[in-house]
């Protein structure tokens, strides 16, 4: 006979099928017991969705309002739990405010939504603007229980306008409800400007929007959203030009550096980062890319024959047992030196002056801490958790695990 055991055999292999089919009175005691796994208590609350025993929900509120519980039960409970008013008392206690479990304060938050309280709407809003996407996805459910509850205009008079995270809720209704959003595109805000042009979808309105777009950075994410659409590069370029090819001037970055990070980085560059950024790397030609092949056999060669003695060069990810980037390593003795994929260019110890002649007689342009220190402005690249601009280093030796 199958059982809760033999159906979550071990974590992540639950038979989610066959759990639905077990009683559901079985399934509510095994995930009010915190002894039993939780790898296997989380697939049970899943399998309870639309048939929870009714004397079982005080159980399963204590789950959830036990700090000691595994948060991914606790979080699954919530989405179970979600139109129970019993709740809200606790939702909404100031205790709530120190939860530290990963990803409670985001349910919780969540919950208040969908139990209709409109003080989590602001908090609701922040979420519903994250960079990331399933935060995203928990703010945007929490704000339309909140719609559907009281109406669209009620929750857009609690928030306001004044923070671009409750400018983007106010885009995502106007658009939802089929009005033109093409004004917002000169929000002062990029985050705010970025989600509006992904959800243009009007050519000729966006080409009349040009010539009453009321600042340059309005008509770049015109001329961005025009190009999403059509794909005319064209009419792109003619419309950089008119703008005087505005762009982006970074201190000491000269042009072999600039496009270089570029054509590697503008395109699929954070939200934030100024549209000058993406309209150049439309609008420019990038860069040949060497042969890493040949690159790594001549910084080889070099190296050999400075008497260095180097091992065989390894890829960032390689070097680092995980990932993947633009740069591979060669080690020898106590150093080590980095060799982009993105050019010609060469790093390491500064003070490891026979590796940094040895390269550069080979052709190698060496990157040293001056102009590796350059931070590429307005430029916002994702690395480890932020997306904020970034130095010349990291760009041209980049590696994310």
Not at 35 to 43: G, I
Not at 241 to 253: I, Q, Y
Not at 261 to 276: F, G, K, N, V, W
Not at 343 to 350: L, Q
Request: hydrophobic content about 40%; glycine content about 8%.
């Amino acid at each position: 006979m199958r059982n809760i055991e033999t159906l979550v055999p071990d974590a992540a292999q639950a038979d989610a099928a066959g759990l639905r089919e077990l009683d559901a009175d079985v399934l509510a005691r095994y995930v009010a017991d915190p002894e039993h796994p939780w790898w296997r208590r989380r697939p049970c609350v899943l399998a309870l969705a639309g048939r929870l025993p009714e004397r079982y929900v005080g159980d399963l509120i204590a789950c959830v309002s036990d700090p000691g519980d595994v948060a991914e039960v606790r979080i699954a409970l919530l989405d179970l739990l979600a139109e129970r008013a019993e709740l809200l008392p606790w939702l909404k206690h100031e205790d709530r405010q120190q939860e530290r479990s990963y990803g409670m304060p985001e349910v919780i938050l969540k919950a208040r939504g969908m139990l209709g309280d409109r003080s989590a709407a602001r908090g609701l809003a922040t979420l519903a603007a994250s960079p990331w996407p399933h935060w995203r996805t928990v703010g945007e459910a929490g704000l339309d229980a909140l719609v559907t509850r009281y109406g669209v205009e009620v929750v857009l008079a609690d928030l306001g306008d004044l923070r671009p995270e409750d400018r983007v809720f106010h885009v995502r209704m106007r658009h939802r409800a089929g009005a033109d959003v093409t004004d917002t595109l000169a929000d002062p805000d990029r985050g705010v400007a970025y989600l509006v042009q992904s959800l243009l979808s009007d050519p000729d309105r966006l080409r009349s929007y040009l010539d009453e777009a009321p600042t340059t950075e309005a008509k770049l994410w015109a001329a961005y959203a025009l190009y999403r659409l059509t794909g005319d590069a064209a009419e792109t370029r003619a419309v950089y030009d008119a703008l005087g090819s505005p762009r982006v001037e970074v201190a000491g970055l000269d042009d072999e550096l600039r496009n270089a990070i570029l054509h590697q980085y503008a395109s699929d560059c954070e939200p934030y980062s100024d549209p000058r950024w993406r309209i150049e790397a439309l609008c420019t030609e990038p860069p040949s890319r060497p042969d890493q092949n040949e690159q790594l056999r001549r910084a080889m060669a070099a190296l050999t024959a400075a008497g260095l003695a180097p091992k065989p060069p390894v890829s960032c990810g390689e070097y680092n047992q995980q990932g993947g980037g633009t740069y591979h390593v060669i080690e020898f003795g106590e150093s080590k030196l980095f060799i982009s994929a993105l050019g010609r260019f060469a790093s390491g110890d500064d003070t490891d002056l026979i590796g940094r002649r040895a390269l550069e007689s080979a052709g190698f342009r060496w990157i040293d801490e001056t102009t590796g220190a350059i931070r590429v402005t307005d430029l916002c690249v994702y690395y480890f958790g932020k997306r904020e601009p970034l130095s010349v280093d990291t760009l041209l030796f980049y590696w994310q695990d």
